[in-house]
């Protein structure tokens, strides 16, 4: 557990949010992530709120709508006014997310200089690396990274499965951040050695590979 809990520490970022002009939602298997988007917006740090997903590997099948109408729903049951979301419905992959959601936003006259990026916890560092690479003059935004605040022992649950679920995908996240960069998908990020360990530790022992890259 020790091993997940490092590279669960890694995958966050713990930056500091400020008021920004748009919150943007990767949309996920994990409906928190749009509960603590809309409590973020209902704080008065943004103006709008922007989910993006069609569907993605964990929710092939889960859900009769898209990621970003299902999020959008969880929203407005928290109070957030319909008027004041925006939808991306086409995303499939993160890297879309980012793409797709940099030309909605733009096809309706917003151009924001400022964004908070919302996805789970071990999903920040990747959903940071892929917006620096993915979306236009990304060093004019300030993007600052969240997700809702829950530890990895308290994370599992029906939507995101077993803590080994959970860990599945996270060693998968961990090993697209190794290898995305060389293909274009994000830019690099350093990963100290006690990270490199556990994730060795963690493929070696054959229990969470199925979230695995297959090797080309």
Not at 34 to 58: C, H, I, R, T, V
Not at 182 to 209: M, T, W
Request: aromatic share 10%; proline share 3%.
């Amino acid at each position: 557990m020790q091993a997940a809990q490092t590279i669960w520490n890694y995958m966050q970022l713990g930056h500091e949010l400020r008021k920004s002009d748009v919150i943007l939602v990767l949309g996920n298997n994990d409906l928190r992530t749009a509960e603590y988007a809309a409590d973020l917006f209902n704080k008065g740090l943004a103006d709008w709120l922007l989910f993006s997903g069609k569907e993605g590997s964990l929710t092939k099948g889960k859900w009769a709508i898209t990621e970003a109408e299902k999020f959008r729903d969880v929203a407005i049951n928290h109070g957030v006014p319909d008027e004041k979301i925006i939808l991306e419905t086409r995303a499939t992959n993160t890297g879309q997310n980012i793409r797709y959601s940099y030309n909605k936003l733009h096809s309706l006259g917003i151009n924001p200089t400022s964004i908070i990026l919302v996805q789970t916890p071990y999903m920040e560092r990747r959903s940071y690396a892929t917006f620096k690479k993915q979306w236009v003059n990304s060093n004019s935004v300030l993007v600052q990274v969240t997700s809702a605040k829950i530890g990895l022992k308290e994370f599992p649950n029906d939507d995101v499965g077993s803590i080994n679920d959970v860990i599945t995908v996270m060693i998968g996240c961990l090993q697209r951040i190794k290898s995305y960069p060389k293909k274009g998908f994000q830019i690099h990020q350093d990963i100290p050695e006690e990270v490199e360990k556990a994730y060795q530790y963690l493929c070696d022992s054959g229990r969470y590979n199925d979230h695995l890259l297959r090797k080309s």
